[in-house]
C-alpha cells in the first residue's frame, strides 16, 4: 500500500530533519548531482514533488521563475516554507500524491525520493501525470535511493524502470551509482548543452 501521510507526519515529530538533508554529505553531494544534470540552466514553471525540508528547492528557486513544492506532511511543508521564505516566486503546499496533482503545464517536473512509497498503481499514477503535466520542450528528473527499505511498496530502481515503461519521453542523463539512480527525460531529442551554447553543431 502507498505509505500514508501519518507514516510522514510521525517521522517528523520525531525528528527536525528526519533524513539528515542538512548535515550528510550524501545528501549534500546528491543535491549538486541533480541540480547539475538539469540540461536548461532556468526554467519557466517547475513542479517538485516530495519537497521534504525544502532543501532542493531553495536549490531550484534561483533556477526557475516559479516554482511549487509540495509534501504529504504538514509539518515537512511548515519547514520548507521557512527554508524558502526570501523566495516570493515558490510557493509550497500541503498535496497527497498523486490524487492531488496540480493543475496546468511545468516545464521541469521533479520527482526525487518519492516514488517508492507509493503503490504499483499509485506509481503508475503519478508517472502519468508528470507526463502529461509536461510542457513542450519540458523535462522530466527523477532520482531514487537504491537500498532496500522495510517500509517502502517499491525500490527506488523499479520506479526507474517504471517510469521507462510508461513513457516514450527521451532520455537525456543516465547516471547510476551504488546509492542512488538519476535520470533526466525531455520531450523529443533536445540539442545538449554544448550544442545549445554553439560549442558544437
Known sequence: MTLPAGYFEDL?????????FRDRWYESRKREVTLA??????????FEAGCSIGLVTSALAARCDQLLAVDASEAAVA?????????????????MLP???????FDLVVLSEVGY?????????????????????????ACHW??????YPQS??????????????????????????LEVFTHGRQPSVAEDEGLVT
Open 79 to 95: 519547514r520548507a516554507r521557512q527554508q524558502v521564505a526570501a523566495h516570493r516566486h515558490v510557493h509550497v503546499e500541503r498535496r
Open 37 to 46: 544534470s538539469l540540461p536548461h540552466r532556468r526554467y519557466r514553471r517547475a
Open 146 to 151: 537504491r537500498h532496500p527499505v522495510a517500509d
Open 156 to 181: 527506488g530502481d523499479a520506479v526507474h524502470r517504471a517510469i521507462r515503461e510508461r513513457t516514450a519521453l527521451a532520455r537525456a542523463v543516465f547516471h547510476e551509482e551504488t546509492d542512488f539512480l
Open 99 to 105: 490524487g492531488e496533482w496540480p493543475a496546468g503545464e
Open 117 to 141: 512509497y507509493l503503490d504499483a498503481d499509485d506509481l503508475d499514477v503519478l508517472i502519468d501525470r508528470a507526463i502529461s503535466g509536461l510542457a513542450a520542450g519540458g523535462v522530466l528528473l
Open 12 to 20: 517528523y515529530a520525531s525528528k527536525e530533519d528526519p533524513w539528515g
